[in-house]
């Protein structure tokens, strides 16, 4: 699973593949790609996002929701739902009906 750092790094890796297919999908040269990620790994080696989670599930289910909500919306709404179910197991033992009201 990737995580922010892990993703942030990829992005920012200098691999032949990635920087050539950002290069053809932009008007930036492939060295210029490469500076401007090796810029923000330096500016913000942890970056953080503002959806909260706890692990790579509660992460996707605050992902999936900020698709309908801000992410202040969404936080608000997952706070005391993350607290009772952050596995897939824990949600699916809640049913529909707890989360609905969550």
């Known amino acids: 699973m990737l995580t922010e750092r892990r993703t942030w790094h990829l992005l920012a890796a200098p691999e032949e593949g990635l920087a050539d297919a950002m290069a053809r999908l932009s008007k930036m040269t ?8 090796s810029r923000l790994r330096t500016q913000k080696p942890e970056p953080k996002g503002e959806l909260n989670h706890s692990n790579p599930y509660t992460l996707l289910v ?3 929701l ?3 909500a801000t992410d202040e919306g969404v936080n608000k709404a997952t706070k005391l739902l993350f607290e009772e179910a952050d596995t897939p197991e824990k949600m699916l033992a809640l049913g529909e009906d707890h989360v609905r009201e969550r």
Not at 30 to 37: K, L, Q, S, T
């Open 30 to 37: 492939r060295a210029e790609i490469y500076e401007f990620y």
């Open 66 to 68: 900020s698709a309908q």
């Open 62 to 64: 605050a992902v999936v």
